[in-house]
């Protein structure tokens, strides 16, 4: 579904990804995991399309298209999705709203016809129920006054809606309390199934107790230094990011 | 990142749907301006003497005053000798008595802008009067809204029906003298709109004006009269628009608002004249006067406005809250793109004991544009425990924009309230990233964010014009991705 080769970017001249390769099969799920400034957040950003990152090699690969030749709109047409480290907020937009226009933005990509408000509000109350999102939150602004938990959920509900094929997880955990921690990993964990992929991007392996990966990828200096199962995560807890810095220079 | 900034100002191109030009057969006096065009324009409208007399006192004092340079608004001096003051359809001679007889080219032309005439096709709840240029070509539901006493005409009709009313009324809101353009306006005002809703009354419908200037190298100048008797209410919209020419036109209106005690006028605006096009050629200079005076205790005069056109915006809809309790309120979204020039806003003066005003201002700054907000709240020594609330946003798209703000604050009792805020930021890159990676295309990912920037001010507008003004805003704002 993704192939990701040997992929260089850079910001602002500065090399933060210095050949990455990763390919993610339908149905996998792959934990990104690497100390602050590896490059994980740069990763999330330019599979999703956000500006500012410049490609300077490589290739990216989903469903056999050029994912970098694409607008971001346009990957979420192809069904890739971003879960944000920090959610943004837009005054003045009605949260229910804007999912609605996010929705049929997809749906026209596809040529699809666009769902109807009546159609549209009854699959977002049954969706809404599965996250464990407040209902009350649907009609406010886009993410604004939403504690850091709410923010979070609010994202995952918005994967439920869309239903995106490849979904990527940016530090989803960050700022969450191991109670909303649990209830972000349910509804993802809600949401796994054959025909999609999740990329889970965190620095700690908290959050992989409760999203159980296929695969978990060290990421270093821009570079992927060891790939394992679960139980890299487990010896990454334990030993801390250092260990495998000093065992790669050996 | 740079190359954001530019696919936002690719973006904010315009199209403007209003700009065509309807060719019929019309009564037009030569461009110039003298004692004769006044006498020409009042004889036409078979007005009594005194009004006569009025409109060349206001001449006069016009003669006396030259043209305000204080604005932040930049443009050649308007050359009054070279406008025409009396455009008319030709069938104004024998005036339409009913929609039958009126130009069906000129039915076609509200047809097109989305204004069926027909009372069957209107909007349900909503009369309409119609200004051509310089005359009222139909007013709807009149006979309905007469059963009820309200009183919604043309300016000249009501100068002819109700010369009472409108003498008592006329100037006492705007003096002719109050600025340059009222007194032009005083002098050779052609038509308008006149509502008058009796004691204890709740005007049973919207009331709406709709303006449209056709004619080539002329001027609109209208003069609107509203009268909330005791206890009355009503809500009044006005739209206007104009054809795409290569001159600039004049549009110098008056508005006049009067509450009396426990009255309330909600009094909204969508303001789509042509703006000129993207080198700023051609467009209107919207040079208007608004005011309303809150005589009576607890009346309340609401002011919401949608600005979207005109290539020079000069207004300040304001509130002299003169009753005790009384409470004056003003909502605005100025959208200025290419080369237009606003400076807009208000001037809240209280004068009455524990008056209130809320100012909500909200100005979209686009291409090379210039947007001011300008308002003053002045509190008068007698205003005990007034109070004033001031919110300014300014919101700039793309990085050749520019967003101005200049509040004056006079006060005069230690007992006021007055509370200023203001923000100015860039449309957000993440806030657009954030929806474009949701599916949604950029051209509407920035409409919406510009919809909620203005979210407070446009659910002030009754509900079928707050659509309108939601899609104002996205064609104002239309163009192709880059």
Redesign the interface.
């Known amino acids: 579904m993704l192939e990701i080769k040997n992929l260089h970017v850079a910001v602002e001249g500065k090399e933060i990804l210095s050949g990455i390769n990763l390919t993610v099969n339908a149905g996998e799920v792959h934990a990104v995991m690497g100390p602050n400034g590896s490059g994980k957040s740069t990763l999330s950003h330019v599979l999703a399309g956000k500006e500012g990152y410049e490609v300077t090699k490589g290739s990216i690969l989903f469903k056999e298209k050029s994912l970098l030749d694409l607008e971001p709109e346009e990957r979420a047409g192809e069904g890739v999705f971003l879960a944000f480290q920090y959610p943004i907020e837009i005054a003045g937009v009605n949260n229910v709203y804007m999912l609605k226009a996010a929705l049929n933005g997809i749906r026209a990509y596809r040529g699809e016809s666009e769902l109807s408000s009546v159609q549209f509000l009854k699959m977002v109350k049954d969706k809404v129920k599965a996250v464990g999102l407040d209902e009350g939150l649907l009609n406010r602004q886009v993410n604004s006054g939403f504690s850091g938990g709410e923010k979070k959920k609010n994202e995952i509900f918005q994967l439920s809606v869309l239903e995106p094929t490849l979904a990527v997880l940016d530090e989803t955990d960050s700022g969450l309390d191991i109670d909303a921690l649990k209830a972000v990993a349910d509804g993802v964990n809600k949401l796994r199934i054959a025909t999609r992929a999740f990329i889970v991007v965190t620095h700690y392996q908290r959050l992989l107790d409760h999203i159980v990966p296929d695969f978990v990828h060290v990421l270093s200096k821009g570079k992927i230094v060891r790939t394992g199962d679960k139980e890299l995560a487990l010896t990454l807890e334990e030993r801390g990011y250092d260990w495998l810095a000093e065992e790669n220079l050996v | 990142?740079a190359?954001?900034a530019e696919n936002i100002e690719n973006l904010v191109g315009q199209s403007y749907e209003a700009g065509f030009y309807t060719d019929i057969e019309q009564e037009m006096l030569p461009p110039g301006l003298n004692e004769a065009t006044i006498r020409f324009i009042s004889a036409k409208k078979n007005e009594p003497e005194w009004l006569l007399e009025w409109r060349l006192k206001c001449y006069q004092q016009f003669l006396s005053m030259t043209e305000p340079v204080w604005a932040n608004v930049t443009y050649p001096s308007v050359d009054l000798q070279a406008i025409s003051y009396y455009a008319a359809p030709k069938r104004d001679e024998d005036r339409p008595k009913s929609l039958d007889e009126i130009d069906p080219k000129i039915l076609e032309t509200y047809e097109k802008l989305g204004i069926p005439l027909q009372e069957q096709k209107v909007l349900a709840g909503i009369a309409v009067d119609i200004v051509f240029d310089s005359v009222s070509v139909h007013t709807t539901f009149r006979e309905k809204l007469a059963e009820v006493g309200v009183i919604f005409c043309s300016f000249s009709d009501a100068v002819r029906e109700y010369p009472d009313l409108v003498r008592k009324y006329l100037g006492t809101v705007v003096p002719a003298r109050d600025n340059y353009f009222s007194a032009l306006n005083s002098a050779v005002f052609s038509d308008g709109s006149f509502v008058y809703i009796p004691k204890n009354t709740r005007c049973p419908m919207e009331l709406s004006t709709y303006f449209r200037m056709n004619a080539e190298n002329s001027g609109q100048f209208e003069r609107t009269l509203i009268i909330a008797d005791e206890g009355s209410y009503v809500s009044y919209l006005e739209g206007c628009t104009a054809p795409m020419r290569d001159e600039n036109q004049l549009h110098a209106a008056v508005v006049e608002l009067v509450t009396m005690d426990d009255a309330e006028i909600k009094y909204s605006t969508v303001q789509n004249w042509y703006p000129g096009d993207e080198d700023g050629k051609g467009g209107i200079y919207n040079f208007v006067t608004k005011r309303a005076d809150c005589r009576g205790k607890r009346s309340k005069v609401s002011w919401t406005q949608v600005e979207t056109g005109s290539a020079i915006t000069w207004k300040y809809p304001s509130c002299i809250l003169r009753g005790d309790y009384s409470v004056g309120e003003f909502y605005s979204v100025a959208l200025t793109n290419n080369l237009q020039q606003a400076d807009t806003g208000t001037k809240m003066v209280h004068l009455g004991k524990e008056t209130k005003s809320t100012i909500i201002s909200k100005g979209i700054s686009a291409g090379k544009s210039e947007n001011a907000y300008r308002g003053l709240v002045r509190v008068g020594g007698s205003a005990e425990n007034a109070r004033n609330y001031t919110q300014c946003d300014s919101l700039l798209l793309g990085d050749r924009s520019a967003a101005h703000t200049f509040p004056y604050i006079e006060c005069k009792n230690p007992t006021a309230q007055i509370e200023h805020e203001a923000s100015t930021s860039k449309i957000?890159?993440?806030?657009l990233?954030?929806?474009?990676?949701?599916?949604?295309?950029?051209e509407?990912a920035i409409n919406?964010?510009v919809?909620?920037?203005?979210?407070?001010v446009l659910k002030e507008l009754p509900m079928e014009f707050a659509v309108e003004a939601q899609k104002l805003l996205g064609i104002s704002l239309e163009g192709s991705v880059g």
């Not at chain 2, 957000?428 to 806030?431: A, G, K, R, V």
């Not at chain 2, 990233?433 to 950029?442: E, H, T, V």
């Open positions: 990142m190359s954001n957000s890159e993440d806030q990233f954030y929806l474009r990676s949701r599916g949604i295309q950029q509407d919406m964010i919809n909620g920037f203005c979210k407070e």
